[in-house]
């Protein structure tokens, strides 16, 4: 399984970035995909995940209502759709795929099996 994360980039506060994830190795029908960032010197944090099955979403509180993640399962690709930019969300984003399903165990990045190279988003302010 490969992971292929893109469109990261420099941004102004408020603005909005794409990224997404190109998953390639098998056909992606069960279990979830997630997007994680880190920043400098800061802990790997859970940033939202998608239910490959029937595209149930879930957000971390620092994100919602301005983070959408979807799925296309035709192409096997996960997109995260980020608005109102702050610059608190400047991290290198990881996508990331797990066999779970359940909301708990997809917060934690060591319930996931397979890692993209991660796409650095910087938003200044």
């Known amino acids: 399984v490969q992971l292929q994360a893109s469109g990261g980039g420099l941004v102004q506060a408020g603005g909005s970035l794409r990224l997404s994830c190109a998953a390639s190795g098998r056909t992606f029908s069960s279990g979830s995909m997630g997007w994680f960032r880190q920043a400098p010197g800061k802990e790997r944090e859970f940033v939202a995940a998608?239910?490959?099955?029937?595209?149930?979403?879930y957000y971390s509180d620092s994100v919602k209502g301005r983070f959408t993640i979807s799925r296309h399962n035709a192409k096997n690709t996960v997109n995260l759709q980020m608005n109102s930019l702050k610059p608190e969300d400047t991290a290198l984003y990881y996508c990331a795929s797990s066999k779970t399903t359940y909301y708990q165990r997809m917060r934690r990045s060591d319930q996931y099996d397979y890692w993209g190279q991660g796409t650095q988003v910087t938003v200044s302010s």
């Open positions: 998608i239910l490959w099955f029937d595209g149930t979403a």
